[in-house]
């Protein structure tokens, strides 16, 4: 039984063998395939890019013409002369010579950019050594203005201050002001450093004088003093001057105690 069985097991074996030998498509590599060569594909081959190069052969090369032999040119053509030019000229024989270019036709030059009415035009002659007149042409002393600043204690007792500004230089003016006061029957003492006048930041402390006045005339103005301050004000400036004054009274006045009177404000002035 054992050779039976290996006697069948080796027919299997050997029928199995040729069937994988006889299938076209067994999967075994390489057995029983043909190898076929495969056509070749032709690689084309890409032309190279010629590159330019600085001075190519083919390139005419200029030879510039020897000196020694003149390139000869048509003669020129005869034209017809202007009526302006001359007649050509002739040599004793039948055949006419052509004039230079110069000659047949006239040279015209060129006009001048500057028309000859600008360049002719005489300047206006400017006087040296005459002196300049200056700007400011505003004599010493011509006035620039005037006004009066008062105060107002709800009293008939008050003061004023009248101001009037004049020329007093090319750069400088001067302005005066001059402190009243306005009252009915009144008596005071004279008083050193009792009137304070400021202009444009210059300060001055005057003395009032005594006062007796019984009100019999009414209201009176009375002078307390005055004084002249010199400010910085240019041709063709405008500025501004502030002006305080301040008149210590310490007293009463129809039963208001008053113990400092003051007015001022603002100067503009221009020149």
Known sequence: MLLVFLLVVAVVIIFLTGLDNSNPHSNIPYQNVT??????????????????????TSAP????PSTSAPVQTAR?????????????????GSEPVMLPAEQLIPST???????????????????????VAPVDVMPVGTLLGSGTFRSDTGTSLNIHADWNATVSGDRTVDITVSVYVDSYSLY??????TLNIAVDGQYASLASPAIEYDGTDGQRVTLLNDRTFTVNLSSGELKSFPVEVAWMYRGTYGNVSLDTIECGGNISLTR
């Open 35 to 56: 190898a076929t060569a495969e056509p070749e594909v032709p690689v084309e081959t890409p032309e190279p890019t010629p590159v330019p190069t600085s001075a190519p």
């Open 61 to 64: 090369v200029y030879y510039p």
């Open 76 to 92: 020129p053509v005869a034209t017809a002369t202007p009526p302006s030019a001359a007649p050509s000229q002739t040599t004793g």
């Open 109 to 131: 030059p060129a006009p001048s950019s500057v028309p000859d009415t600008l360049v002719e035009s005489t300047p206006t002659p400017i006087v040296t050594g005459a002196p």
């Open 188 to 193: 005071t003492s004279a008083s050193p450093n």
